[in-house]
């Protein structure tokens, strides 16, 4: 399932870097990622070099990751290397569907550094240690209190996540913050804005928008166009296009009940907007979704 919303899970999880700095990677409930492994610390780096080391390391991930599927909840644990990971589950009505693994950090007044008994077990030779004392150095320390909170703010997204998935709306494909400030902000518009989101499968008029504006038609249109680069018509169609990937994504509903449940006029026009905003049919992003996750 997770699979289908990787474009929206590499924005979370790029997020969620920014906010922490820690190295983090989501997978599915095999263990397989789902997204790229991102900011991980040159110490891991140096161990993943080594296939025995590596090894291991997806090792301590699947013991985790088995943990989680009994337990439903986030568990704390430390590598074959000796730093600290965590893996938070992502719950879709009541079952995991993935998870996140977040760590290569150490916790403050426990920084046990264990690295040559680490290379002898493994009879590994070939890892410059001073090179590897060097990586260590830089790893990131934190308090508990600290781990605490990141394990907050990740298990919130994960009730996000679930949100999205069975609400068919995203933050960051419907406000996209660096596209679409005007959504998130105290503009005059705002209240149209809102009402598009909340019922984009409706035909909403320009008199509506002006309406709920307060405006005149002709100075909502001028209004609208300049805070939002496009005419109050195309950034309707827009949403909606939108929306209509989102179902093809999420659903198996056929391109016509899409085009109904959008409200357009019929399904050959509804095809016929897809292709001018997205260069490719409905059928044929299907086929490309597909052929994706093969």
């Known amino acids: 399932m997770l699979r289908n919303f990787k474009e929206e899970l590499l924005l ?22 789902i997204t790229e492994k991102t900011n991980y610390s040159g110490f891991c780096k140096l161990f993943r070099k080594s296939s025995n080391l ?10 985790a990751l088995n943990k989680v599927l009994l337990s439903r909840t986030p568990y704390i644990y430390k590598c074959h290397s000796g730093l600290i990971d965590v893996i938070i589950p992502i719950l ?3 079952e995991v569907i993935g998870a ?5 950090f150490l916790i403050e ?32 320390v934190i308090s508990l209190e600290k781990l605490e909170s990141i394990i907050r703010i990740v298990t919130y997204s994960t009730y996000y996540i679930a949100d999205c998935i069975k609400n068919s709306r995203w933050l960051h494909v419907e406000s996209n913050i660096s596209k679409t400030k005007i959504e998130l902000s105290s503009s005059r518009i705002a209240p149209v804005i809102k009402y598009i989101n909340e019922n984009i499968q409706e035909n909403i008029s320009l ?8 405006m005149s038609q002709s100075q909502f249109g001028r209004t609208f166009k300049k805070e939002t680069g496009k005419t109050f018509k195309e950034y309707i169609l827009l949403k909606k296009i939108e929306r209509a990937k989102f179902y ?31 260069v490719i049919t409905p059928k044929e992003y299907k086929n490309r979704l597909k052929n994706n996750l093969a």
Do not use: P
Request: with cysteine.
């Open 207 to 214: 008199s509506l928008g002006a309406t709920l504006c307060n």
């Open 12 to 33: 979370i999880q790029k997020d969620l870097i920014t906010l922490t700095n820690m190295g983090i990677v989501i997978i599915d409930i095999e263990g397989e990622y």
């Open 248 to 278: 093809i994504k999420t659903t198996d509903k056929t391109f016509s009940e899409i085009s109904d449940l959008l409200g357009f006029e019929d399904s050959s026009y509804f095809t016929k907007l897809f292709k001018k905003y997205e």
């Open 92 to 94: 879709y009505e009541g």
């Open 109 to 140: 007044n426990n920084r046990d550094f264990e690295v040559e008994r680490i290379l002898k077990e493994n009879s590994e030779k070939n890892i410059d240690l001073k090179l590897l004392q060097e990586k260590y150095d830089e790893l990131t």
């Open 54 to 63: 590596s090894l291991l390391c997806e090792k301590c991930d699947l013991k």
């Open 100 to 104: 996140f693994l977040i760590g290569q």
